[in-house]
């Protein structure tokens, strides 16, 4: 089966740069996939896009070197399976709460006895090779989102479940939940996310976040962070167009500015 470059990335304590697609277009999906990152997540939550534009953007990405991930909108089963089958590398999936819902998250991404997948991998042949059943559970990760004040407190239980491969956490969300805005400062979040950081490498899972820019990335990293996503394909797209305009007009105060909310992620 066809290697799983960011769960070898992990296992040596390296870290993993992932882009981020809001956009619904295999080129930006191509293009993205050839800039270097070793994982690319197509985002079904948030993004601009329903499965057939995911669809075409996961065979874009397949001819490039980085990982194909896919943020679901939501803890549907059918449609986890629908985009593992599609070919998906691993799974991200929003709003994971309790180790119940954890758990629920962890079935649907695993083939039989671990969990309860449905037969039929249609693209993951294709994509991760002809033993692709066989090593799927293997080599497909299982990414819960962490972003609730309850996911918090219970970081402990949903860390129980067995099969977990990372935590995602949203930055923004758990903003959100805890102090209440997305603004800065935010001390209950970020005291929330040093919790999850604590409890997941007593654990030995890593964690991964959404970024606004590559500067925060670097500082994530710094704190534990083992995935880093610095952005999104639109806000990369928007800030250089505004810093090119501000460049052409000789306007420092039209030059692109961190966006404290990072387009809701």
């Not at 491969?165 to 758990?174: A, E, H, T």
């Not at 052409?248 to 809701?264: Q, S």
């Amino acid at each position: 089966m066809r290697e799983n470059l960011v769960r070898r990335r992990l296992a040596a304590g390296e870290v993993v740069v992932n882009g981020w697609l809001s956009i619904g277009s295999s080129y930006s999906a191509e293009g993205i996939g050839h800039s270097g990152a070793h994982a690319v997540t197509v985002d079904l939550q948030h993004g601009m896009m329903g499965f057939q534009e995911a669809l075409h953007m996961l065979q874009a990405l397949s001819a490039t070197p980085a990982v194909p991930l896919v943020r679901v909108p939501d803890l549907d089963p059918a449609k986890i399976m629908h985009l593992l089958d599609a070919g998906a590398y691993g799974i991200i999936c929003p709003m994971i709460s309790t180790p119940e819902q954890a758990a629920a998250f962890v079935a649907a991404c695993r083939y039989p006895p671990h969990g309860n997948r449905s037969f039929g991998p249609s693209r993951g042949l294709l994509y991760g090779g002809k033993d692709y059943v066989a090593e799927a559970n293997a080599t497909v990760m299982a990414i819960p989102m962490i972003e609730t004040a309850e996911a918090v407190e219970r970081i402990d239980e949903i860390l129980e479940v067995d099969g977990i491969d990372m935590l995602y956490v949203g930055p923004n969300d758990l903003a959100f939940a805890m102090d209440g805005h997305v603004g800065f400062p935010r001390p209950k979040s970020e005291a929330g996310i040093a919790t999850v950081l604590a409890a997941a490498q007593r654990k030995s899972v890593p964690v991964g976040i959404f970024c606004a820019h590559a500067e925060e990335a670097r500082a994530r990293h710094a704190q534990g962070c083992a995935l880093v996503t610095p952005g999104n394909d639109f806000g990369h797209l928007t800030r250089s167009m505004s810093g090119a305009v501000a460049a052409l007009l000789d306007d420092p105060e039209a030059a692109p500015r961190p966006a404290a909310a990072a387009h809701g992620y």
